[in-house]
């Protein structure tokens, strides 16, 4: 590798391990906030009227040969199968495992929270919220995020979209002198900053962009601030 490639491909990095805490400052106790949960009506709504529509042909298919109807082949076809099969058969043991894997699969669903892609915020009662809606005066509310709901006793839960955040913090990335262009990915416990740099030296450039999006996380206002990791590479075009 000549030196004009390792100019190239040198990188400036660094990678925080980001506490868990929800203070608005650092070192302010966390303040407990929930993930949202998912109404789940379409895949309910879906999952129903499968049951039903097998229900009502099994139904069907009874009362047809109740009354004296031949049964539907393929109820005949696989009574005939499941007593001709021993249950140390593979497609008998392979059915079952499948059918308790989705059993499984779908009581994790039930209880995971889900919407994956919506971060919740902190309450307005903590940190600068607390200042922000004393300043608002009583009765008013602010709009802190992409979303928000009322939980119990009336109090508004706030949160902001994945994607959403994700723009946010690439504006302030692009604010940053000396980057060219830039790259954030938020996930639920970490955030990813990849930047290309045409000119200052590229540790100034990661020390600034590490502030800058520091600083952006905190504004978001989010319950559980991720961990941070920011890279920086030199862009090949500004070596020519």
């Not at 005939?80 to 021993?86: C, F, H, Y």
């Not at 941070?228 to 862009?235: A, D, H």
Request: aromatic share 4%.
């Amino acid at each position: 590798m000549n030196a004009d490639q390792k100019m190239r491909q040198s990188t400036s990095a660094s990678a925080y391990g980001g506490r868990a805490g929800t203070g608005a400052r650092d070192g302010d106790p966390p303040a407990p906030t929930r993930r949202f949960w998912s109404v789940r009506r379409v895949p309910a709504g879906i999952v129903a009227l499968v049951i039903a529509a097998i229900s009502g042909l099994l139904l069907y298919d009874v009362a047809a040969v109740r009354s004296g109807r031949p049964a539907m082949r393929w109820r005949e076809w696989l009574a005939d199968e499941l007593a001709a099969r021993p249950l140390d058969d593979a497609w008998v043991m392979g059915g079952a495992a499948l059918l308790a894997a989705l059993g499984v699969w779908m009581v994790v669903l039930a209880l995971a929270p889900g919407l994956r892609g919506l971060l919740p915020m902190r309450p307005p009662e903590s940190g600068a919220e607390a200042e922000a809606g004393a300043e608002a005066g009583p009765g008013k509310v602010v709009e802190a995020g992409a979303g928000s709901r009322v939980g119990a006793g009336g109090a508004v839960r706030a949160g902001i979209d994945r994607t959403s955040a994700g723009l946010v913090l690439r504006d302030r990335a692009m604010e940053v002198p000396g980057v060219r262009s830039a790259r954030v990915d938020v996930g639920r416990r970490r955030v990813r900053a990849r930047a290309l740099a045409h000119f200052r030296d590229l540790d100034e450039v990661r020390a600034d962009l590490d502030a800058a999006l520091h600083e952006g996380i905190r504004q978001l206002g989010l319950a559980r601030r991720p961990a941070l990791s920011v890279r920086v590479r030199r862009s090949a075009k500004s070596k020519g």
